[in-house]
């Protein structure tokens, strides 16, 4: 299994991103997808998780409301829509895949490097 988030980039506060993730490999065993992000100097995040039919998704009570996400299983891409951006918003994003969908970056046996989003005020 192999992902690569990619779509990041230096913003302003309330502008909207939207993260894309290359996922390669995926079988039925593996095909739960979260995102995390982690600040500089601080513990990864959850912000969502969703399933292998994109049916279920689970929001980290912070994020909904300004972040969504979707999958495009045909080709292989997830997506994570960052709105209302706010400076707190900066860090590195990561999406992960694993065999539960879940909020505990533990579940997750495969990530992909990060990619950095920058919102500056």
């Known amino acids: 299994v192999q992902l690569q988030a990619s779509g990041g980039g230096l913003v302003h506060t309330g502008d909207s991103l939207r993260l894309s993730c290359a996922a390669s490999?995926?079988?039925?065993?593996?095909?739960?997808i979260g995102w995390f992000r982690q600040a500089a100097g601080k513990a990864r995040d959850f912000l969502v998780a969703?399933?292998?039919?994109?049916?279920?998704?689970y929001y980290a009570t912070s994020m909904k409301g300004r972040f969504t996400t979707s999958r495009d299983n045909a080709k292989n891409m997830l997506y994570l829509h960052l709105n209302s951006l706010k400076t707190e918003d900066t860090a590195v994003y990561y999406c992960?895949?694993?065999?539960?969908?879940?909020?505990?970056?533990?579940?997750?046996?495969?990530w992909g490097r990060g990619t950095q989003v920058t919102v500056s005020s």
């Open positions: 992960a895949a694993g065999p539960l969908i879940s909020t505990v970056d533990t579940a997750y046996d495969y």
């Open positions: 969703i399933s292998q039919d994109g049916d279920r998704t």
């Open positions: 490999g995926l079988t039925s065993d593996v095909d739960n």
